[in-house]
């Protein structure tokens, strides 16, 4: 099953830095048509995004959200750590008799790897900021996106 939290939580909060430097407001309900994802999905990811400081919220009729620090001091990697939490980019086997020679070895060898893989994906992410991202997704051609109503940010839809 794919685990859409990490892409779901990076638009999103590009959407709130986007709304910002543009003054708009945003909410959770905005984020929810822009992303077309299920707002009870994005009030989700909200709760570990907030408890990490990376989002701050206020409820309330003229509520928004906004980034809860510079988008220059949030890391891709701090944002997918938020939302993924423990969970592994790869799970490996439950322990298997050992039976033969590959029985016995692989599931500590591909968690071996596996683990080697998370790590340069961590670093990669570290590498980005939400601010050099957002500049990033600003250079994009954004023909054929449609204004968010209340916002007028175009996003483009999905195909």
Same mark, same amino acid.
């Given at each position: ?5 990490? @892409?779901?939580?990076?638009?999103? !909060? #590009?959407?709130? *830095? ?30 570990? +995004?907030?408890? %990490? ?5 206020? #409820? ?12 220059? /001091?949030?890391?891709?990697? %701090?944002?997918?750590?938020? !939302?993924?939490? %423990?969970?592994? #980019? &790869?799970?490996?086997?439950?322990? !298997? @008799? ?5 029985? *016995?070895?692989?599931? &500590? ?5 596996? /683990?080697?893989? /998370?790590?340069?994906?961590? %670093?990669? +992410?570290?590498?980005?900021?939400? *601010?050099?991202? #957002?500049?990033? !997704?600003?250079? *994009? =051609?954004?023909?054929?996106? =449609?204004?968010? @109503? /209340?916002?007028?940010? @175009? ?5």
């Amino acid at each position: 099953m794919l685990d859409y939290r990490f @892409p779901t939580a990076l638009q999103m !909060v #590009l959407s709130v *830095a986007m709304a910002e430097q543009s003054g708009e407001r945003s909410t959770s309900a905005i984020l929810a048509y822009g992303l077309e994802a299920n707002p009870s999905f994005i009030r989700k990811l909200m709760v570990p +995004l907030t408890r %990490d400081g990376i989002i701050v919220s206020t #409820l309330g009729r003229n509520g928004s959200i906004h980034l809860g620090r510079p988008a220059e /001091e949030i890391t891709l990697r %701090d944002i997918y750590l938020s !939302v993924i939490e %423990d969970k592994k #980019l &790869w799970a490996s086997r439950p322990d !298997v @008799p050992a039976r033969c020679v590959v029985s *016995a070895n692989a599931c &500590w060898y591909f968690k071996s790897i596996s /683990e080697e893989a /998370e790590q340069a994906s961590l %670093d990669v +992410l570290a590498r980005h900021t939400v *601010a050099s991202a #957002l500049e990033e !997704v600003k250079r *994009a =051609d954004t023909s054929g996106c =449609d204004p968010v @109503p /209340e916002l007028d940010i @175009p996003y483009k839809k999905a195909d």
